[in-house]
């Protein structure tokens, strides 16, 4: 399984990277025409089996991706928390990659997002970048940010006399994924919403109880070409982007804020996805 990983990072850094090298002459002109910096702000309804009615409309705002480093700088991390917080959410939940290329970055980063605050609380779990550029001073970070790390564990939320669950795993890349760990205390007549960077967890996610999982990692292809799709994606291209449903369960796959590889987004435009929950 490791073997396998690496050897998808390694097509879709080579990939991404055979796309840079014919574009990049006109990389000036796409970091103009196309939509790095028009954030989206999308709106997702998705259904949810055995969801309380006391959980009927509930709205989480989904940060991933932010990437801040050479290609996103700290004033538009900061944009973007201010746009995230006029959502207004019931929470907010932050799936990993807040930074790019140095540790340098992470620190500064995550002191922006402490900005972030809801009723119900700020959630995350680490990505791959989280790990690479330095994932002890990420998780300081997180803490200082006044964010629940959800690494492998899972959390009640409370609302009229009823209760769902927000869970977490590690990152697939880097870490470990216990999710039986994770939901060892959770009934199995209660509903969880399960946080995981990559979205090819999907296809190991087993567990009747876990009626969404929520992740990021694919940037949408962040490079898609019109009639082609995407020239590379770091995951199965199922799941590019959007909700996609599993044999088990469904997965709302958001396209991120911010860049690898390239400094541009074409075809892809940044996502801040506010996901409303509604009773099947």
């Not at 002191?111 to 550029?133: I, K, Q, S, Y």
């Not at 291209?237 to 396209?255: A, E, M, N």
Request: neutral net charge; charged residues 25%; proline residues 6%.
């Amino acid at each position: 399984m490791a073997g396998d990983q690496t050897e998808s990072r390694r097509v879709f850094l080579k990939r991404l990277g055979w796309a840079a090298a014919g574009m990049v002459a006109g990389g000036a002109g796409l970091d103009i025409a196309y939509e790095k910096h028009w954030v989206e702000v999308t709106g997702p309804r998705i259904a949810i089996p055995g969801l309380p009615e006391a959980f009927e409309g509930l709205r989480l705002c989904h940060v991933t991706d932010v990437h801040h480093g050479p290609y996103l700088p700290l004033d538009r991390v900061r944009e973007i928390v201010r746009l995230a917080l006029r959502q207004a959410p019931d929470a907010f939940v932050v799936t990993g990659d807040m930074s790019h290329r140095s540790e340098r970055y992470v620190p500064p980063v995550w002191r922006a997002l402490g900005e972030l605050r809801a009723p119900m609380g700020v959630w995350c779990v680490m990505g791959n970048h989280d790990h690479w550029h330095g994932i002890e001073a990420s998780r300081r970070g997180a803490v200082e940010a006044g964010m629940v790390e959800l690494r492998n564990r899972a959390a009640p939320l409370q609302r009229g006399g009823s209760r769902i669950w927000l869970a977490g795993v590690g990152d697939l890349w880097e870490d470990e994924q216990d999710l039986a760990g994770a939901l060892r205390h959770v009934p199995r007549d209660e509903a969880v919403v399960l946080l995981t960077h990559n979205p090819d967890f999907a296809d190991q996610m087993d567990d009747p109880r876990v009626k969404l999982m929520l992740a990021g990692h694919s940037h949408g292809g962040q490079v898609s070409l019109p009639l082609l799709g995407p020239i590379a994606v770091p995951c199965k291209r199922k799941y590019t982007r959007g909700l996609v449903q599993t044999d088990v369960s469904q997965i709302y796959i958001c396209r991120g804020l911010g860049m690898a590889t390239v400094p541009f987004r074409m075809g892809s435009r940044p996502e801040l996805a506010v996901i409303e929950l509604t009773r099947a």
